[in-house]
DNA sequence: CATAGAATCGGACACTTGTCCAAATTTTAT
DNA sequence: ATAAAATTTGGACAAGTGTCCGATTCTATG
């Protein structure tokens, strides 16, 4: 029947399928425009497929539902945000550079991606109401534990359970500054690491 | 043309409006129910009606709109929990009883009343996109910086900025614990009271 | 008791939503 | 070049939304 070799085609079925992915995260790259401007709540398949240039059946012909495609965009956060912070804590060792890579870090991604993280507390709110997202959620959040962890081993202060602790209550911190930042009264880079230099000093 | 007294009219119209009010805090309060179930991007006008046993025009007749009939249930969650915080502190002095009176409050009303607190994160991240919501949070925001600032002074360990910080870091980990509470890991009040706790020993 | 005004109901209204599909177009394989 | 498959389109569709209003019931006032 087949004119050719059944690894061929395996290596064609590869090719198709890694392609697919490459369109579906252009696709939704596209749609965080949409969604970091107008949020979860707020934002229609029409406002993703008009900002995106796209036209709404293929929205579907990619993604299975609406759910499936904001969960794909969470993950394009993901990627980016921990593996910026993994590099950054990489390059460093000794405790005080390592508090000073993480405060900058975290400083420089408030005031470049503040829309994004908004976005990422709407969806991890939602994920509060929504079953359907909190796989996604507890991944992304369980990584950030992680980092935090290394962060206190590179310190020299790791103890059980600083990667929770840590991670709630810089969280909190960092949420509060995109916060400000997003509503009213931005602040520069110099205040922003400053602020979280001070909380990892007491924490690490 | 009238034949009652000026301030006979206007006494009977104060009463009118003081039930009218009461009316709106009973229609809100079963409003609640409803939201903190279902989450406000998840909660039509239909869903508020039929659990509170109301009819859809009974909710315009009160409210001019849903934006509206949200923020007066957001405001009703300010007074009873920024209330029974501050109930809470003053009945405490002195550094340890202060810390622990917080510590106990806090953890009680993670308990009691988790899924009022998952609706005011839902809000207040809607307030991110949302700027009609931002006065209420705004509201609520400074009332409970002004909390964590009469606790500090109470400690005395009252520095500039400790509200604003202290709020930032106690709701990072508030926030966290009321997550666990929800969506799978609910923890006993004396844990959840330890840990808050040690948050507290070293901010104040 | 009569009656004006408030309160309540149930449904109409215009609009938006997510989903889906048949047809047209483009790409790929033979 | 031709057939087959993948992609893209534009719109149809039903379900759900907030808002609003005429008709009805209740309540208090004279």
Known sequence: MSTVAPDKLQARADRKTRKRQKKKDRIARSAMQALQELGYANTSLRDIAARADLSLG???????????????????YK??????????????????PVINALAN???TSIIEDASTHRLWYDIRGQAMFDPAFRPVVADIEASLMAVIETAAEKTGSARPGVGELGYALIDGVFRYQMQNQVTGTPRNHESLANEMRSVLETLF
Chains 1, 2 share one sequence.
Do not use: K, P, W
Not at 79 to 96: H, K, M, T, V, Y
């Open 58 to 76: 293929m929205l579907h012909y990619y993604f299975e539902d609406r759910t499936q495609l904001i969960l794909h965009c969470v993950s394009l």
């Open 79 to 96: 990627a980016a945000f921990i593996s910026g912070l993994e590099e950054a804590l990489s390059d460093a060792s000794g405790r005080e």
């Open 105 to 107: 870090a975290l400083a």
